[in-house]
């Protein structure tokens, strides 16, 4: 038995799906999380730098409810990336009271080079798969967490 394999006690639970999705996900979190780490940035930075870029300036409430990042966290995120001159806070001017977050460019700089270590690191997690089976595995993930569970049509 190597290391990968699990002891034969456990072969019903490791073969579930849950289990495997779960174990995958680690394994994309890990390699994304360490590719970024060596740009000095973390999950978090990355999926905020994408929302501001396609949101265009957006109120720092709207982006925590679309990324679904805490406010809290939302704020040490941002502090970080105004730190580093990747995005701008400036009053809205609809609501002087709120904050329009806009990316930098250098924001867009940085955030363009997250996407090729990402793709390098979803390249790596997929490597075991040929092209079709790449995209059949998404459209089936994509199919998973888009399912709805009927009653109250929110998605699980």
């Given at each position: 038995m190597?290391?990968?394999?699990?002891?034969?006690?456990?072969?019903r639970i490791?073969?579930?799906?849950?289990?495997?999705?779960?174990?995958?996900?680690?394994?994309?979190?890990r390699l994304l999380a360490?590719?970024?780490?060596g740009e000095g940035m973390r999950l978090p930075h990355h999926v905020v730098l994408t929302a501001v870029a396609a949101l265009g300036p957006v109120?720092?409430?709207?982006?925590?409810?679309?990324?679904?990042?805490?406010?809290?966290?939302?704020?040490t995120v941002l502090n970080e990336l105004q730190a580093g001159g990747?995005?701008?806070r400036t009053a809205d001017p609809a609501d002087r009271r709120k904050n329009a977050i806009a990316i930098s460019?250098?924001?867009?700089?940085?955030?363009?080079r997250l996407e090729e270590l990402g793709d390098a690191a979803n390249d790596e997690l997929l490597a075991p798969?040929?092209?079709?089976?790449?995209?059949?595995?998404?459209a089936l993930l994509t199919r998973i967490v888009h399912a709805r569970d009927g009653s109250a049509g929110t998605e699980r």
């Open positions: 190597t290391p990968d394999t699990p002891p034969p006690a456990l072969a490791t073969a579930l799906p849950s289990w495997l999705l779960g174990r995958a996900a680690a394994r994309g979190h360490d590719s970024f780490a109120s720092q409430a709207e982006l925590g409810r679309t990324v679904r990042i805490d406010p809290k966290d939302m704020v990747l995005v701008t460019p250098a924001g867009r700089t940085v955030l363009h798969l040929d092209p079709s089976e790449r995209a059949q595995l998404t």
